[in-house]
């Protein structure tokens, strides 16, 4: 498990560094730790690795705006798992707008972030179990569900579009359907979108993630509203 903090108060710093190891003897769980005193330390990070589980990120402070950090690492990651730290209680509702999973409160309070943590971690694990894993030539890519946008007819191949990356693959379309679960849904003969990243549904195409368009078949559109209606009802 990796996690990041991002907070210009070295005391705080150092209380959470006491938490982790306090944790991982409690919960028995391994986890790799970065620490950041400026937001743009942190963005520069994840520009170059994006391979963080857990953030948690300091907001209105002297030198982090954690809300407007959360909004850049949300256009790039949808994955990663926030959890904000604060010290008045008002930021809270702004927060849960990023998608966050908890705010601890400051003075930090170890049970708090136990239980915060714990919520992380148990919906990586839940997250992690839906995925498989692509070999292309001597490259072996670990595919999460939650991260593919489409895929798509290549050549003779498919391209997996994910939001870190495109993967080529040599499986066709049809052998991606029978490992995908419900949230797939063939738009297209060339065509396999993910129902999660839908923005918009415009008369002949389909606006997703990342500024992706895809087509879809006309013949398809009543079953694709049905599949929409069928899988948000079900999320709801």
Do not use: W
Request: proline share 1%.
């Amino acid at each position: 498990m990796k996690v990041a903090v991002c907070d210009d108060d070295c005391y705080v710093l150092a209380i959470l560094e006491k938490f982790f190891g306090k944790y991982k003897n409690r919960q028995e769980e391994s986890i790799s730790r970065r620490y950041f005193i400026n937001e743009n330390e942190l963005l520069f990070y994840l520009e170059e690795k994006q391979d963080l589980d857990i953030i948690l990120l300091a907001v209105n402070t002297p030198r982090i705006d954690g809300f407007t950090i959360a909004e850049k690492i949300r256009r790039k990651d949808k994955r990663v798992k926030i959890i904000f730290l604060a010290s008045l209680i008002h930021c809270a509702v702004e927060g849960y707008k990023y998608n966050a999973i908890d705010f601890l409160m400051k003075p930090l309070k170890y049970s708090k972030f136990e239980e915060s943590l714990n919520r992380a971690v148990e919906q990586i694990y839940e997250e992690d179990s839906n995925y498989f894993l692509e070999k292309v030539d001597s490259e072996i890519y670990k595919i999460y569900f939650s991260d593919i946008i489409f895929i798509e007819t290549y050549n003779r191949n498919t391209m997996i579009h994910t939001s870190k990356k495109d993967i080529l693959s040599y499986k066709t379309l049809k052998k991606h359907e029978e490992v995908l679960d419900s949230r797939f849904f063939r738009c297209h003969i060339a065509y396999l979108i993910n129902l999660d990243k839908i923005n918009e549904i415009k008369t002949r195409d389909i606006l997703l993630e990342n500024n992706y368009s895809v087509p879809y078949s006309k013949h398809r559109k009543n079953q694709l509203m049905s599949e929409i209606t069928l899988y948000y009802g079900e999320k709801l």
